[in-house]
């Protein structure tokens, strides 16, 4: 089980649209969501910045459907 306050620290990221979503998603639906979805929520946050804006402006396709649906959920 990894530590909310950890999760925190790792979602601030220095830009302020990477801190918006990813605190969103984390304040909002982390802990309603299930095992894998909060696994895949932690590999998010293991990218490095670059890759994690890509992904999160849709410039680059994820490449597993966990993250694919992540990625839904966090722009909605």
Known sequence: MINFAKLHWQCRRGTQELDLLLLRY?????????????????????????????????????????????LRKMHT
Not at 31 to 39: G, P
Not at 46 to 56: K, M, N, P, S
């Open 26 to 70: 984390l304040d909002t639906q982390y802990e309603l969501a299930d095992k894998a979805e909060q696994a895949s929520f932690i590999e998010l946050l293991a990218l490095e910045d670059d890759v994690l804006i890509d992904l999160l402006l849709n410039n680059v396709v994820a490449e597993s459907i966990a993250m694919k649906a992540l």
